[in-house]
């Protein structure tokens, strides 16, 4: 039959269920993946066992008892425990981190505010983000740690070189938190700007309540990235005395002649990574799913 | 509240954005309780007329005298002027981060430094009132289109305004969500609030307005009750724009 | 997925750790001994002696950051051993190994490397050490005047803070011999630890004698406070764990000991130090 018409009258047969041959094909595709994945990976494997040098690199990375005597130490040979290194690595960046969240902020909000009654602070924010930015945390390191003493400043100048290198890391960090930041509160349209001064709230109030509480939800990923940087930045302490983590390690190194223990310094570091970049994933998740099902309806 | 009964006043308001001129002279007086419906062509200066009126915007001319004070004289306190000032948007402009109570409550507890239990009191029977108390813990996007129109012109309403002034809330709706937005603004009228509308709404300004006012080139062409404008408009201009409006089947 | 891609990384490590506890480094004992003549030899580069040291290279093991001038102990040593061998001193090549490097795994690109490395029975596994070149002491730098400049013996030490370079053996004598009640701060090299004596943040370093001696006088009123008991320690040339090149150059050492030459050459570089006093 043809026609329009024709068309029409006849019944409409339901479409037949998706065939069973369809699932079949979405789950090869996974065991594709799978065993080619595992594949590339046994590979790469045997090609780093049977390399000619692997016995030596395994004796010289991979020494279970170099590993173990380093994370505890060694009081009788001099040689300080990894462990106790490691702490000194938390306890900075857990003070750094703090100060330079509320820092950066400061720097941010200071950068944005209008009008020239406030040209000089802006002025100051900026030349300090340049400059702060613009130096390799080492150098500021040492110019601090042997720059501040020097001066003999009153109370400054006499601090150890934990302090100096922390301060160093906070400035330095700083810098580029503030740019985050900045980033943040200029993606939050001017809509809400306007929205809250329409109510009456003054400039601070609607930055207090309405921006930053947007803006800071917004740049949580970067911001969180720049912490577990700074947490493996605490290690260049290292170079002005302090003994951390990795300084621990490299002395049981050069001591013993063996690599192991940054192999230990590495894993306690990539330990404290994990959880912080899965906390991360979830605070966006619960960010995502609570404002989920939004959107036009 | 005080004064001679006049809520607004503009004289001769003047605004340019660089080289546009988008406000060449608005001479406008509003009285207490009176609603006036704004209406003309988009960039005829409408939205910017209505932000003038609460100092969004910075006039370059002219004087605006709201309840009988002149806000743009030098040194006037833009924030306190803003709290009589009430003013929805067209894209609502709602607090994200915040619960509809919140979003509600925020300004009259920073700003008009009320107690968390008033602010939240008040906040209620403005929920109720319109209809949203059941959402009073969501968050907006949850909220329809309808809705979140709504919940911002009871933020504006919870600072208690003298004067509301209502930028084409109803255009970003869709058309099924507009009805519940526009019995809002004519309760508002019904209670006595002085209103300013700009709107494309035509109808809804013939019902609702003392006065409509058309807006052509940054200029009050013409004004009068609705029932002049919309069927003896004096003015050539008017006659075009309301033709087209009619062609467009908005009316 | 990522539990497949965990388990197959954990799987590699674990191979890596098993295969490196079952080992026995490689190569054997010590090299037979064969012929020392110099076509003989095994050489890096044939026809010519490849030594390594550090950057910088500091007096009075060298002069001018310069192994190839010949002056300092250990260029000195060097080229009398090269001569030993049967080279000339323009057949003698430098090259720059860091520390840390010379105990990394792998071929090296030099005969030896000489640069203050201290024989320790640990380190023996990982290299081979020739005989001892020089026997060395500890030593004290401090600020004069200050209270730790005029201590003589190792118990008024316990209470100062130190510092030393990393990898010496002068940071362990810290921890081990003076067992001081405040951790030692730890540098990369010893010219970074000179601006923290100078400020106060270390009351004083610890180095190997020779090394200090030239030091006191580049930090600002710094004293050489006095020498420690010799410990044992000695200073050996670094080669590739298993290079039959030891022996050799052992033979030489040993004829340049018993020539007297190892011994005038420690007088003529490593001078005055004799009349500096002993803490014990």
Known sequence: ?297 | ?251 | MRRILVAMAALGLLLAACASENSTVSGSGSPSAASCSKDSLNLVNPGQLTVATDNPAYPPWFKKNDPSNGMGYESAVAYAVAEGLGFGADEVKWVVEPFSKTYAPGPKSYDFAIEQISILPERAEVVTFSDGYYDDQQALIAIKGTPIASATTMAELKQYKFGAEIGTTSLVFISQNIQPTQQPAVYDHTSEAKPALENGQIDGMILDLPTASYTQYSIKDATLVGKFPFAGEQFGMAFEKGNPLVTCVNEALADLKSAGTLDQLQKQWLESYLSVPLIQ
């Not at chain 1, 020239?116 to 100051?124: A, E, G, N």
């Not at chain 1, 005395?241 to 940054?262: H, K, Q, T």
């Not at chain 2, 509003?30 to 932000?51: D, F, M, N, Q, W």
Request: hydrophobic letters at 50%; charged letters at 20%.
């Open chain 1, 1 to 297: 039959m043809t026609g329009p018409r024709a068309w029409v009258e006849e019944p409409l047969e339901p479409p037949p269920p998706k065939e069973r041959g369809s699932r079949l094909l979405g789950n090869r595709a996974f065991l594709v993946s799978s065993v080619s994945t595992i594949v590339f990976f046994a590979v790469l494997t045997l090609v780093v066992v049977l390399a000619p040098g692997f016995r030596a690199v395994g004796a010289q990375f991979f020494s279970f008892r170099a590993m173990k005597a380093s994370f505890f130490g060694v009081p009788e040979a001099g040689l300080p425990p990894i462990w106790r290194g490691f702490l000194l690595n938390v306890e900075v960046f857990m003070v750094a981190e703090v100060l330079i969240l509320i820092l950066a902020l400061l720097i941010a909000v200071i950068r944005q505010i209008p009008g020239p009654v406030f040209f000089p602070f802006r002025m100051v924010a900026i030349v300090y983000t340049d400059l702060f930015r613009g130096t390799p945390l080492l150098l500021v390191i040492f110019m601090f740690t042997y720059g501040i003493p020097a001066l003999q400043i009153q109370g400054l100048s006499t601090q150890g070189p934990v302090v100096y290198g922390g301060a160093a890391l906070v400035l330095s960090y700083s810098a580029y938190v503030s740019e985050v930041y900045r980033a943040g509160i200029e993606s939050v349209h001017a809509s809400q700007m306007m929205a809250a001064r329409s109510l009456g709230l003054t400039r601070w109030q609607s930055l207090r309540y309405v921006i930053l509480p947007q803006a800071i939800r917004r740049v949580i990923p970067p911001l969180l990235n720049d912490f577990v940087s700074l947490q493996k930045d605490t290690a260049l302490l290292a170079v002005v005395g302090p003994i951390e983590a990795v300084r621990a390690a490299g002395i049981y190194s050069s001591l013993r002649f063996n690599f192991s223990p940054y192999v230990v310094a590495a894993f306690l570091f990539i330990l404290l990574t994990i959880p912080l970049a899965r906390f991360t994933d979830h605070l966006i998740e619960r960010d995502r799913r609570r404002r989920a099902g939004g959107g036009a309806r």
């Open chain 2, 1 to 251: 509240m005080i004064g001679n009964g006049e809520a607004l006043r503009m004289e001769k308001v003047h605004k340019s954005f660089d080289a546009t001129h988008v406000l060449r002279g608005i001479d406008l007086s509003v009285a207490e309780h009176e609603v006036i419906c704004l209406i003309g062509a988009s960039g005829s200066g409408k939205s910017t007329l209505l932000r003038c009126v609460n100092l969004l915007e910075d006039i370059d001319a002219g004087r605006i005298v709201v309840e009988g004070e002149e806000i743009t004289a030098e040194g006037v306190d833009v924030n306190r002027i803003r709290r009589h000032i009430g003013i929805v948007f067209q894209s609502f402009n709602l607090f994200p981060h915040m619960t509809v109570m919140r979003n509600i409550t925020l300004a009259p507890i920073k700003a008009l430094k009320m107690s968390a239990a008033d602010a939240e009191a008040g906040a209620t029977e403005l929920l109720e009132r319109f209809g949203l108390v059941d959402k009073r813990d969501e968050f907006p996007d949850r909220l329809s289109g309808g809705q979140q129109q709504r919940l911002a012109i009871v933020r504006a309403l919870a600072m208690k305004p003298d004067i509301m002034l209502l930028d084409e809330v109803t255009s970003a709706l869709d058309p099924e969500l507009v009805a519940e937005v526009l019995n809002v603004i004519r309760e508002l009228a019904a209670g006595g609030m002085t209103m300013v509308i700009a709107t494309h709404e035509m109808g809804f300004a013939r019902d609702i307005a003392n006065r409509v006012c058309f807006l052509d080139d940054g200029v009050i062409l013409e004004e009068g009750p609705p029932a002049q404008i919309f069927t003896e408009p004096r003015e050539e201009r008017t006659k075009q724009f309301l033709q087209s409006i009619i062609e467009a089947g908005r009316m």
